[in-house]
């Protein structure tokens, strides 16, 4: 059974960075299709971007590129989130979520195994 744990949320300035961590067991990260969803306050929960099970393909929301980069260490069977020139329509509680299927699928019910999710506020 794969579970996802993320880490690395927090209160930071508009224009600083963050790392967001989603540790995975259960499962090779390498074989899963990870994915970054936001949830802003009163806002439905959207996705952010992935990286597809077995390549290093990426895709990104649009407001983000440039800005975040997704990647993945095998090694230690994490997918990271790194976040730069954060403004504070990036505020969101962040979740990372996993399928077993390729594709650029950006839809919440294309993922079936969720993380708990961090929070990160961008404020100044």
């Known amino acids: 059974q794969v579970q996802l744990v993320e880490s690395g949320g927090g209160l930071v300035q508009p224009g600083d960075s963050l790392r967001l961590s989603c540790a995975a067991s259960?499962?090779?990260?390498?074989?899963?299709?990870v994915g970054w969803f936001r949830q802003a306050p009163g806002k439905e929960r959207e996705f952010v971007a992935h990286?597809?099970?077995?390549?290093?393909?990426?895709y990104y929301k649009d407001s983000v590129k440039g800005r975040f980069t997704i990647s993945r260490d095998d090694a230690k069977n994490t997918v990271y989130l790194q976040m730069n020139s954060l403004k504070p329509e990036d505020t969101a509680v962040y979740y990372c979520?996993?399928?077993?299927?390729?594709?650029?699928?950006?839809?919440?019910?294309?993922?079936?195994?969720w993380g708990q999710g961090t929070q990160v506020t961008v404020s100044s």
């Open positions: 259960g499962r090779t990260v390498s074989t899963l299709t």
């Open positions: 979520a996993a399928r077993r299927s390729g594709g650029i699928l950006t839809g919440e019910s294309a993922y079936n195994v």
């Open positions: 990286i597809i099970w077995f390549g290093l393909s990426t």
